[in-house]
Nanobody, 110 residues
Framework: VQLQASGGGSVQPGGSLRLSCAVS????????IHWYRQAPGKQREFVAR???????GYSDSVKGRFTASRDNAKNTAYLQMNNLKPEDTAVYYC?????WGQGTLVTVSS
């Protein structure tokens, strides 16, 4: 199983980004895709997940600002991030079934 996260970048506070996670080697439509992040000097933390039935879950810190989704036809999951804050700065990872992508850096700064 391989996961490729992309879409990171630098934005100002209040801005938006959409991360993508392309998955190969698994039955994507049956997989739960998890999003985690790791800020400098901190432990990796859960951000969001999207289940095979499109049900989603979020950490309290991003609820109402981030939206997880998926496109089974493209074997790709997404994390739409709105109203970004400096504390959202981190490397973002996607994972499924204990497989992890390489991460994509999100920097929120004025």
């Amino acid at each position: 199983v391989q996961l490729q996260a992309s879409g990171g970048g630098s934005v100002q506070p209040g801005g938006s980004l959409r991360l993508s996670c392309a998955v190969s080697g698994s039955i994507f439509s049956a997989s739960t895709i998890h999003w985690y992040r790791q800020a400098p000097g901190k432990q990796r933390e859960f951000v969001a997940r999207v289940f095979s039935d499109d049900y989603t879950g979020y950490s309290d810190s991003v609820k109402g600002r981030f939206t997880a989704s998926r496109d089974n036809a493209k074997n790709t999951a997404y994390l739409q991030m709105n109203n970004l804050k400096p504390e959202d700065t981190a490397v973002y990872y996607c994972s499924t079934a204990n497989y992890w992508g390489q991460g994509t850096l999100v920097t929120v700064s004025s």
